[in-house]
């Protein structure tokens, strides 16, 4: 059930029960945690489990896709192609644990993400933001052809607890 995405140094899945406690640690982090929208922090393990069997349970083939990335044998990040609403352009959103920060990790799972919704779900132009506190993530999309459209009004993110300024970017058709 639900796609396997095999790159280079990762492979793109599902998430499983067997993921949840490296998902927690990981995820959980608050340097991670802030620089996305909707992983709380902390993010115990209960939440976790719970995030799983939703996950696993809304799978649909043409529909949002949320992934577990697995390096070396474990859960490591993760990554999702989704729409905000049915009309919305598809939007890429990720993910990679401190240990794996500074490897080009975020490039290959963007790039896996960018070619998963164009080949597996229609996408033509493709949309993605960051945290205008989070530079590292704007130079991850600049790398993958993303433009700068502008300033989002403050966004929420559920670690910070209150909104934040994001900015969003744009990757149209090839």
Known sequence: ???????????????EMADA?????YCGEFDVA???SR?????????????????RAAWRPGSNQSLTVEIDGQAAGGGG?????????????????RPWWGQGLG?????TLIDFARAQLGAARIIAGHYADNPASGKILQKLGFKYTGEEPALFSMARLGRAPCKSMTLEPA
Do not use: C, K
């Open 21 to 25: 406690e490296n998902i927690s640690r």
């Open 39 to 55: 992983i709380p922090h902390p993010y115990p393990l209960l939440a976790v489990e719970l995030w799983i069997l939703q996950t």
């Open 1 to 15: 059930m639900g796609p396997r995405i095999d790159t280079e140094r990762m492979i793109l899945r599902l998430p």
């Open 107 to 111: 490039t290959e799972l963007g790039q």
């Open 34 to 36: 802030r620089m996305t």
């Open 81 to 97: 192609v989704f729409r905000r609403t049915p009309a919305s352009d598809w939007e890429i959103g990720y993910w990679i644990a």
